[in-house]
Nanobody, 127 residues
Framework: QVQLVESGGGLVQAGGSLRLSCAASGRTFSSAAMGWFRQAPGKEREFAAAISRSGISTYYADSVKGRFTISRDNAKNTVYLQMNSLKPEDTAVYYC????????????????????WGKGTLVTVSS
């Protein structure tokens, strides 16, 4: 079993920045590809960013590319999402995800290979 706990969400003005963290426990963190997904009110959950097990490869949704950066610290069992130039349309609950079966690239295309989800952290961007 793996526990994923997100933190760092909150209220920020448009143009501002936030850094989300996801702390993992329960299995070898470095064996999991990690991702961030988000769900806006009234919308389906969507992919935001993913990172390979080694941290070398990263993947982004077009809507966040150039503004968000995903990274991981395998020594701390933590994955991060640095969000800059935030827009009101970035308002959503952000979920951390782990997969021991799929690659980071696969996580960018489908949620079928995701093994664990966090409970989410709310990000609200005001205009």
């Amino acid at each position: 079993q793996v526990q994923l706990v997100e933190s760092g969400g909150g209220l920020v003005q448009a143009g501002g920045s936030l850094r989300l963290s996801c702390a993992a426990s329960g299995r070898t963190f470095s064996s999991a590809a990690m991702g961030w997904f988000r769900q806006a009110p009234g919308k389906e959950r969507e992919f935001a960013a993913a990172i390979s097990r080694s941290g070398i490869s990263t993947y982004y949704a077009d809507s966040v590319k150039g503004r968000f950066t995903i990274s991981r610290d395998n020594a701390k069992n933590t994955v991060y999402l640095q969000m800059n130039s935030l827009k009101p349309e970035d308002t959503a609950v952000y979920y951390c995800a782990a997969s021991f079966r799929a690659t980071g690239q696969a996580m960018s295309m489908t949620t079928l290979g995701i093994d664990y989800w966090g409970k989410g952290t709310l990000v609200t961007v005001s205009s």
